[in-house]
T-cell receptor, first 117, second 114 residues
Framework: GESVGLHLPTLSVQEGDNSIINCAYSNSASDYFIWYKQESGKGPQFIIDIRSNMDKRQGQRVTVLLNKTVKHLSLQIAATQPGDSAVYFCAENLLNAGGTSYGKLTFGQGTILTVHP | NAGVTQTPKFQVLKTGQSMTLQCAQDMNHEYMSWYRQDPGMGLRLIHYSVGAGITDQGEVPNGYNVSRSTTEDFPLRLLSAAPSQTSVYFC?????????????FGEGSWLTVV
């Protein structure tokens, strides 16, 4: 079946290092992909998204890479800070039969990122 | 701008009780949805709505009802609570069906069914 999953459930890095969080997906017809950050006790917050016709997109300190050949998505965080400690989810946006996105996100399990000072 | 507001934040129910989780957004968003999040799992879609008067089922709809009488509100009803419904519930909204519109989540409602 269709699924979105993460390779690594936990990631520990030192402050200042770069972090890479990975995600695998199985539905090649996906519309686009979104990364969310969820801090303890809060709802997910949008970080960055990428459409299926793109390979790379950059934001502030974050970069998302999409490899459609191997159905792989990654989130790179530059100069990771303690405030980046959170659970990171990738989500896959599926299309309906008419090709319209209804925001029916399929989420992966999440990766816990811990940043040590 | 309050964004997406969920109430209550915490609730304990006895098995068989019913209750309603409230969700309101003040951004005039067309699309609203409810997710549940269980330990070690990602969010799973319960129900969603693409506009007032229109609702549809998501991945895990059993045991839940929704209605969308106004653009602003999207309540989630638990008809007869079961321990399996112990979870954190998130309401989300999105401006429109156009691809790329950001989805905004509420702060969550922690529900325990005993």
């Amino acid at each position: 079946g269709e699924s979105v999953g993460l390779h690594l459930p936990t990631l520990s890095v030192q402050e200042g290092d770069n972090s890479i969080i990975n995600c695998a997906y199985s539905n090649s017809a996906s519309d686009y992909f979104i990364w969310y950050k969820q801090e303890s006790g809060k709802g997910p917050q949008f970080i960055i998204d990428i459409r299926s016709n793109m390979d790379k997109r950059q934001g502030q300190r974050v970069t998302v890479l999409l490899n459609k050949t191997v159905k792989h998505l990654s989130l790179q965080i530059a100069a990771t800070q303690p405030g980046d400690s959170a659970v990171y989810f990738c989500a896959e946006n599926l299309l309906n039969a008419g090709g319209t996105s209804y925001g029916k996100l399929t989420f992966g399990q999440g990766t816990i990122l811990t940043v040590h000072p | 701008n309050a964004g997406v507001t969920q109430t209550p934040k915490f609730q304990v129910l006895k098995t068989g009780q019913s209750m309603t989780l409230q969700c309101a957004q003040d951004m005039n968003h067309e699309y609203m949805s409810w997710y549940r999040q269980d330990p070690g799992m990602g969010l799973r879609l319960i129900h969603y709505s693409v506009g007032a008067g229109i609702t549809d089922q998501g991945e895990v709809p059993n045991g839940y009802n929704v209605s969308r009488s106004t653009t602003e509100d999207f309540p989630l009803r638990l008809l007869s609570a079961a321990p399996s419904q112990t979870s954190v519930y998130f309401c989300a909204s999105r401006r429109s069906l156009l691809q790329g519109n950001t989805i905004y989540f509420g702060e969550g409602s922690w529900l325990t069914v005993v």
